[in-house]
T-cell receptor, first 111, second 115 residues
Framework: AQRVTQPEKLLSVFKGAPVELKCNYS??????LFWYVQYSRQRLQLLLR??SRESIKGFTADLNKGETSFHLKKPFAQEEDSAMYYC?????????????FGKGTKLSVKP | GAGVSQSPSNKVTEKGKDVELRCDPI?????LYWYRQSLGQGLEFLIY????????KSGLPSDRFSAERTGGSVSTLTIQRTQQEDSAVYLC?????????????FGPGTRLLVL
C-alpha cells in the first residue's frame, strides 16, 4: 500500500537553528514526492518537489530510495517558516495523479 | 491569474440536511481533485476528474457523497443527509492534466460544520 509517514506532529526550534522535517514513504515503483506548506490563514501551497531538485526559501529535500525518505531540511530556520508542512506522494493505478498526504508536521520557530 | 476558488468558505448545517460545495479551478486545468481535511485525520483524497469524467470514485467515504463536473470547469461536491462526522474542511485542487507528478494548486477550502 502507498503510505506517507511524518513521525513528528510538532517540531519546535529556535530562530537560526537547523531544522529537519522527516518524511518516510511506502511505495512500489518510482515515486513522485512533494512538500506542501500551509501558513496560518493561507491555502495549501507547493513548497518543492523532488523532481525539480531546487531550493525554495532555503529548504531542500533529497529523495533517498534506500531509506524511502524525503526529509525536508533548512540550515537556518526563520520565524516566518512557522507553518504546517505536509509531505505527499503522487498515487498510481486507478487513482492516477491524486496525492497521498502524511498527517503533517507543525513547525514552530521561536525568536 | 486567478487561483482555485471555492464557495462557500464556511457552511453550518443541521444533521440530515444536504449540502453542496463548489469549486472553480484554474482556467485551462483539465484535472480537478477533492480532498477532505479532518482533525486528526490529515488530508484524505476523495475523488478526481479528468475533464468531466471521474474514473475513480473509490475514495468517497460513503454513497451519501457524490460529485460532478460540467463543461470541464466548475465542480460540485454534494453530501446528502449530512452526519456530524462529515464536519471537516473540504479542499479542491486543480492541475494542468492528470498525471504522475503534476503540481496541484489548492483552493482555500470550505469549512463544513454539521450540528
Amino acid at each position: 500500500a502507498q503510505r506517507v509517514t511524518q513521525p513528528e506532529k510538532l517540531l519546535s526550534v529556535f530562530k537560526g537553528a537547523p531544522v529537519e522535517l522527516k518524511c518516510n514513504y511506502s511505495y512500489s515503483g518510482s515515486p513522485e514526492l512533494f512538500w506542501y506548506v500551509q501558513y496560518s490563514r493561507q491555502r495549501l501551497q507547493l513548497l518543492l518537489r523532488h523532481i525539480s531538485r531546487e531550493s525554495i526559501k532555503g529548504f531542500t529535500a533529497d529523495l533517498n530510495k534506500g531509506e524511502t525518505s524525503f526529509h525536508l531540511k533548512k540550515p537556518f530556520a526563520q520565524e516566518e517558516d512557522s507553518a504546517m508542512y505536509y509531505c505527499a506522494l503522487s498515487g498510481l493505478g486507478g487513482s492516477q495523479g491524486n496525492l497521498i498526504f502524511g498527517k503533517g508536521t507543525k513547525l514552530s520557530v521561536k525568536p | 491569474g486567478a487561483g482555485v476558488s471555492q464557495s462557500p468558505s464556511n457552511k453550518v448545517t443541521e444533521k440530515g440536511k444536504d449540502v453542496e460545495l463548489r469549486c472553480d479551478p484554474i482556467s485551462g486545468h483539465t484535472a480537478l481533485y477533492w480532498y477532505r481535511q479532518s482533525l486528526g485525520q490529515g488530508l484524505e483524497f476523495l475523488i478526481y476528474f479528468q475533464g468531466n469524467s471521474a474514473p475513480d470514485k473509490s475514495g468517497l467515504p460513503s454513497d451519501r457523497f457524490s460529485a460532478e463536473r460540467t463543461g470541464g470547469s466548475v465542480s460540485t461536491l454534494t453530501i446528502q443527509r449530512t452526519q456530524q462526522e462529515d464536519s471537516a474542511v473540504y479542499l479542491c485542487a486543480s492541475s494542468r492534466q492528470v498525471g504522475h507528478g503534476e503540481t496541484q494548486y489548492f483552493g482555500p477550502g470550505t469549512r463544513l460544520l454539521v450540528l
